[in-house]
């Protein structure tokens, strides 16, 4: 329990507990539309403002969350409009997103590629209060809009025409998850690190579906699922010298293989349970067909 007696320690904890609600959290609506990728290229997308944040003399993590948000609505009125597709929209985010964050923060006094790997790929010593700060009113906004807004945010996920027909803004809810999205990734990004926190928006969902089947279920299981793996891969990284980011991520694909394992058994029993054999289907209906025929007075005579 030495652990608690560092401070660097209580705020990264805390910062771990925060994105294990909250990545889970809008990844559950981007699984549901089939944009689990976006986070990756949002992730780039903010390295060129974390490098602005370093070239600027500013914070990095605000820096990160106004670049972050301009590109994932930049990449959603261009798919909304059709003028390209998503996929291009995405290659156009991570290649422009890396190749500007790698030309600026060499541009940035005293600045190297090196500055970007505890953004990159997470540090958990590196969480500053100015940093935990900035994560806690960010994750806030985060949750107030997932949970807040989940009815409206999963009838456009699920079907946009439909809600659309039924009187929703579907265009600017759209944007609502884009800038939910951008934002996410700069409060995972000093612990997960922006390289690896798509997999956090992602897997812990995924690990939640095989044991559940509503949306609501799958929403609360993913986000306990977060925050668990969240904090034991940060107290790991505190006893293994390794980036927390990877803790955390392979953490998760291992959670996610287990209750694979587990969740096999039950489909199978479930399957058995609703599915009646071809026997006993026939059956019946010698045994219906019989019985009618026995009560039938016109078959009698």
Known sequence: MDLFDYAFMQRALVAAVLVGLTAPAIGTYLVQRRQAIMGDGIGHVAMTGVALGFLLNTSPVWMATAVAVLGSVGMELIRSRGRTSGDVALALLFYGGMAGGVMIINLAPGGSTANLNTYLFGSITTVSPEDLTAVVVLAVLVLAVTLGLRRQLFAVCQDEEFARVTGLPVRLLNLVIAVTAAVTVTVAMRIVGLLLVSAMMVIPVAAAQRLTKGFGATLAGAMVIGVVVSLA??????????????????????????????????ARRRARGTAASPEDMASCTVDEGESGTTASPTTRH
């Open 233 to 266: 891969g940060t107290v790991t990284t505190y006893y293994v010298d390794a980036p927390s980011g990877a803790a955390i991520v392979l953490l998760a694909i291992v959670v996610f293989l287990l209750l694979s394992v587990a969740a096999t058994p039950l």
